[in-house]
């Protein structure tokens, strides 16, 4: 049983992370409906800028708001430079625009930071570890599930509660009518590639740590966000939070119970099977159009 | 137009015997050779070989080169993935034309090149990959390999495992490829031989994130000892993962995982682990070996962050430089076979006691152990051999 709690944790503490690297796929998708490829790299990338704040001495909060900062312009810039003008164009073509801009922000991190494995650190310990009866969990797990629930609730918060919030609903369900409402479509949408960008950010900084850094961390956690993402519903929030858990609890009680070879294979078969029974996700809306 | 035909031929004839005697690869100015290794991705940390090797031809051409001759290396990105690896060597003979191979970071990755390079008769010093692969392989006449075997390497470990730290059981944490499934096999094929029992077989896949359930695993096995072969990475965070959940086993590790970097990727936990080694390690009392890092950082500073691995990609091309020593100026391929095959007990500046010979193919056939703490690693024993498979 204790065994069994401590798989759950595992799977928990992962989770968590998969569930904001899925936000930031989900937000952008129900606002623009582009798949952005690149958000695994602009995680990475805003740790990297938290990094070299780090080491320039910045304090540990500044450094972090650095990296959000740089993340949430980079995301924007992408935006108004590369996917606005093609936007016209087909959903291929814009997946493969991410996927070039993808590319492009691997090699460049590579080149500005190099490519060897870089710690990076955190205020909470990884040695230091809670004991709930037999279950062990860090305080870096902890900490790094706890920050990202607070900001999943902030991200709700600032989706259903502000004008900002109301604005990027509007464009997301009507982008021409709610531009002939005097809604500013396009900074609207400046504005969510930012939050994505801002929120993957995040999404790296709380990985770094546990993850260890370097310009290709986000390979896995990326493909298990977008499997979550899939798994919750592309176009609901609060779907890629439970499909992000899900697929962590589940993915690490296969390893322990099944085969711990196969487990990196679970989220494929997940993307099959939701896609297979129930495309539009756990929570999200089957799609629907009146012709 | 009998007689412009005539003289055509005869010059084609002329010029076609003028391209066979030239060398592929070899100009009166430079020696060219070509590796392919991973410069992004996963395993994105061993490109370091490269910038190594690099630095290394640099070092080389500043005092001339080699009988005139300047070393030309060209590196190729591979991300770790063999249908690339396998893509790259093509280009680098069929395109570049490249004299030689030199290295080739990963098991899978030489594997799936292997072929297409014995059947071109390209010349390949120093697969960076398991040894164990060439046993029994014929046409290995363009071939020298100065690379240990992870199967003999994973055997001395579990020996020292057994006989040295009193372990009865042993669990194996792998990578799911060639390479961390030959080191899997030499743990069994040790573990027959040291009489203990291997309890658990845990991989991982190199693109994985987080390994905290294998952790969870391995701590079930219960095992005396656990081996690791893997990525710095994943060496790095099973090891903190399972000093999270309060399993505290014996650590042996394979040569791969001897960076000083380890320290600061694992912390504390790194603390005890034995490793191997095939060249003396910096900081250990050998000065030609601090020496030639002290080159290769003057070169290259960045190469300060991987001091193991810069100094390996010295270690794979310096048999080969010195082949193209001893073949002398007027170089080919069949020179520079003659001249490796010369090299008995021979001492480069990092690599120790190569021999080659008509026969033998497989120019070390040694490893010796090592500790860690404290940030340093130190030697705990003399060479091991082992027999000598090809």
Redesign the interface.
């Known amino acids: 049983m204790t065994l069994a709690a401590q798989y759950v944790a595992n799977g928990l503490a992962s989770g968590g992370l998969y569930a904001l690297v899925a936000l930031g796929i989900v937000l952008l998708y129900r606002s623009s409906r582009v798949l952005n490829f690149a958000h695994g790299d602009l995680c990475t990338l805003g740790a990297f800028l938290a990094l070299s704040a780090l080491q320039a001495g910045w304090p540990y909060a500044a450094s972090v708001a650095a990296g959000l900062v740089g993340a949430g312009l980079a995301s924007a810039g992408f935006y108004q430079v590369l996917v606005r003008p093609v936007r016209e164009g087909t959903v291929l073509g814009l997946v493969i625009t991410t996927l070039g801009f993808a590319l492009f922000l691997g090699g460049f991190m590579a080149w500005v930071w190099g490519t060897d494995t870089k710690p990076f650190p955190s205020p909470m310990s990884d040695v230091r570890v809670y004991r709930l009866g037999g279950v062990v969990i860090s305080e870096l797990t902890a900490g790094s599930l706890a920050a990202a629930l607070v900001l999943v609730a902030l991200l709700s918060l600032l989706v259903q509660r502000t004008p900002l919030g109301l604005a990027m609903r509007a464009v997301a369900q009507n982008p021409v009518a709610a531009q002939l409402l005097g809604v500013p479509a396009r900074r609207v949408l400046a504005a969510t590639w930012a939050l994505a960008g801002m929120l993957g950010a995040s999404a790296g900084v709380l990985l770094a740590p546990v993850l260890l850094l370097d310009p290709f961390m986000m390979l896995d956690p990326f493909l298990k966000g977008f499997a979550a993402a899939v798994l919750g519903g592309m176009d609901s929030l609060p779907g890629a939070v439970v499909g992000g858990l899900t697929l962590g609890v589940a993915e690490s009680l296969f390893a322990g119970y099944v085969s711990v070879k196969f487990k990196a294979t679970l989220s494929f078969l997940v993307i099959v099977a939701v896609l297979l029974l129930k495309p539009e996700g756990l929570f999200g809306r089957p799609f629907e159009r009146r012709v | 137009m009998r007689t412009f035909v005539g003289i055509c031929l005869v010059l084609s004839l002329a010029l076609s015997v003028g391209v066979v005697a030239q060398e592929r690869g070899v100009t009166a100015e430079e020696v060219v050779i070509g590796t392919s290794m991973p ?4 395993a ?2 061993w ?2 070989v490269g910038r190594g090797m690099e630095a290394y031809a640099r070092f080389l051409n500043d005092q001339g080169g080699i009988h005139g001759r300047r070393l030309r290396v060209v590196v190729r990105d591979d991300s770790y993935l063999p249908p690339r690896a396998a893509a790259n060597v093509r280009e680098l003979v069929e395109r570049v034309g490249v004299f030689a191979i030199v290295g080739l970071i990963g098991t899978a990755n030489a594997f799936a090149v292997r072929d297409y390079i014995v059947r071109n008769e390209v010349v390949w010093v120093t697969p960076t990959a398991d040894a164990s692969m060439w046993y029994g392989f014929r046409d290995k006449k363009y071939l020298f390999v100065t690379y240990p075997s992870y199967v003999e390497e994973a055997k001395v470990l579990v020996d020292y495992a057994a006989r040295q730290l009193g372990a009865k059981t042993v669990a194996v944490f792998y990578q ?1 490829d060639l390479y961390g499934q030959k080191g899997l096999l030499g743990a069994k094929q040790g573990a027959v031989r040291s009489r203990v029992r291997v309890v658990a077989q ?2 991982y ?1 190199v ?4 390994v ?3 952790a ?2 391995l701590r ?1 096995s219960r095992a005396d000892a656990v081996l690791l072969y893997a990525t ?2 994943h060496g ?2 099973i090891v ?1 993962e399972m ?4 399993y505290t086993p014996k650590l042996l590790s394979s040569f791969t995982l001897g960076d000083p ?1 380890m320290f ?2 694992a ?2 936990a790194w603390n005890g682990v034995i490793s191997t080694a095939f060249f003396p390690l910096p900081g250990t009392g050998d000065n030609r070996v601090d020496q030639a890092l002290a080159v290769l950082t003057r070169i290259d500073p ?1 190469l300060r ?2 001091p193991f691995n810069a100094l390996a990609g010295w270690a794979f091309m310096e048999p080969f430089v010195e082949g193209l020593r001893r073949a002398g100026r007027d170089l080919t391929k069949q020179r520079f076979v003659q001249a490796m095959e010369s090299i008995r007990n021979w001492d480069g500046e990092v690599i120790r006691g190569v021999t080659f010979g008509p026969d033998r193919r497989q120019g070390i056939n040694r490893v010796f152990l090592t500790r860690a703490e404290g940030g340093r690693y130190t030697r705990l024993t003399d060479w091991v051999t082992y027999s000598v498979g090809f």
């Open positions: 410069l992004s991705g996963p994105a940390y490109g370091a799911n845990v991989p896949e693109t994985q994130a987080d905290s359930s294998e969870v695993r079930e710095p990475r790095a965070l903190r000093a999270k959940i309060g970097i600061a990727l912390g504390e960045a962050q991987n």
